[in-house]
């Protein structure tokens, strides 16, 4: 699936919401509460403020992804965050880059209490904001979500990191600096020096005198925007889906209605139609069942002549079929013997049954035997019994049975 399938609900910098619909344009829908949104058809994707859902970024060794996942768990929690994986997971973590040695990923985690106006039972996925729009290159961004400063930082053009560092509007332009400085000396001890050449402003309340403060201060090009626009081109086929627990309930809980209610219809109606069926179809058996016993009666007596007469022929099969001749069948055992090795001591046939026994050097020389014996095109009619040879004075004494299928 593609975002630009997708309804897009993301934060605004104060406390309402913007809806984004595919294939328009715009700073989008305003939307006072989540809970007011109406996909009409198309899957809901909400994207989360920061205050809602944790980004967070982790330079790990390289290893396949279960692995890597059971590593992402352990770094998190000692971090103070519970994660929970399988089908119930509260996270999601995304892989922006791998080399032959480490990988680069970047883990979003649902806040826990997850806020209740943000729990939508219609949303079809849950991700960060900030993973939903294109973030500039090379860029620390910083920008108002739901009444609450944040930082955020991409790599190869991926959300890496944010976090909240303050109520809007509430620190001073040397304040803002230090924490940009902090946060890129953090970042790129992790990243790679120099990664970082800028910092844009995301909004329409910065003015000219906070961008030259920042830009002194810092020693970084700061360049106001008004918005980060969707990222149209995002695809999510490969994501696994990320719903906070009480949607997940709640959206197996309707599903479990929806189904018992479609299977109480049905039975309703299956239940009417067998009874207008029932009597007719009752009479048409019964008819049916008359036809059939008066064939059964016609057929009796020259049926019970068939069975006596393959009865005999059965009873006569080991005179008359060449197969099952002893002769045959003792020389069909002699080609299976190899040039040394076994001895067959005693080689009986007695009605359907066939008894053999002997001597092998060896436990595994008489056990390949007793395979063979198996195997064989006319010996193969025989089901074999394979006893475990008796290994005795340096020699595996054998005895298998077969019988006749």
């Not at 294109?134 to 961004?141: D, E, H, K």
């Not at 920008?143 to 955020?152: D, K, P």
């Not at 179809?281 to 006596?308: C, G, I, M, N």
Request: aromatic share 6%; with cysteine.
């Amino acid at each position: 699936m593609s975002f630009a399938a997708s309804t897009l609900l993301l934060p605004s910098p104060d406390a309402s919401w913007r809806l984004w619909k595919p294939r328009t344009s715009g700073p989008g829908e305003a939307v006072e509460t989540p809970s007011s949104v109406q996909a009409k058809g198309k899957p809901l994707v909400v994207g989360l403020p920061a205050s809602a859902c944790r980004t967070v970024g982790l330079l790990l060794p390289n290893t396949d992804h279960d692995m890597l996942e059971q590593i992402i768990i352990t770094q998190l929690e000692r971090r103070g965050l519970k994660l929970v994986g399988g089908a119930e997971r509260n996270f999601r973590w995304h892989l922006l880059t791998q080399t032959a040695s480490s990988a680069t990923v970047s883990v979003d985690v649902l806040a826990d209490p997850f806020p209740s106006e943000l729990a939508l039972m219609q949303a079809s996925d849950y991700t960060a904001a900030l993973r939903l729009v294109n973030l500039p290159a090379g860029q620390i961004v910083i920008l108002e979500e739901n009444g609450s400063q944040v930082l955020a930082a991409g790599y190869q053009g991926k959300l890496y990191h944010s976090h909240i560092f303050a109520p809007a509007a509430t620190l001073s332009s040397e304040e803002l600096a230090q924490e940009i400085v902090l946060a890129r000396i953090s970042l790129e001890a992790e990243l790679g020096e120099g990664l970082f050449t800028g910092i844009s402003l995301i909004g329409q309340s910065w003015d000219r005198t906070q961008i030259e403060t920042l830009q002194d201060l810092t020693g970084l090009t700061v360049r106001p925007l008004a918005q980060l626009p969707p990222n149209s081109d995002l695809d999510t086929h490969s994501w696994p889906k990320l719903l906070p627990a009480v949607v997940r309930e709640s959206q197996q809980s309707a599903a479990r209605r929806g189904k018992i209610l479609r299977y109480g219809v049905l039975a309703g109606l299956l239940f009417m139609a067998l009874a207008f069926l029932a009597f007719a179809y009752l009479r048409f058996q019964e008819t049916h069942a008359a036809q059939l016993q008066a064939e059964v009666d016609e057929s009796t007596a020259p049926a019970a002549q068939v069975r006596k007469t393959a009865d005999m022929w059965k009873s006569l099969a080991p005179a008359i079929e060449p197969k099952r001749y002893p002769m045959v069948l003792l020389t069909e055992v002699t080609k299976l013997m190899p040039p040394s090795g076994i001895v067959i001591r005693r080689f009986q046939i007695k009605d359907d049954a066939m008894d053999i026994q002997g001597e092998a050097r060896d436990a595994q020389t008489a056990v390949q035997f007793m395979e063979d014996l198996q195997k064989h095109p006319v010996l193969s009619r025989y089901t074999w019994s394979k006893p475990s040879p008796n290994v005795k004075n340096g020699k595996a004494e054998f005895r298998t049975q077969g019988k006749a299928q």
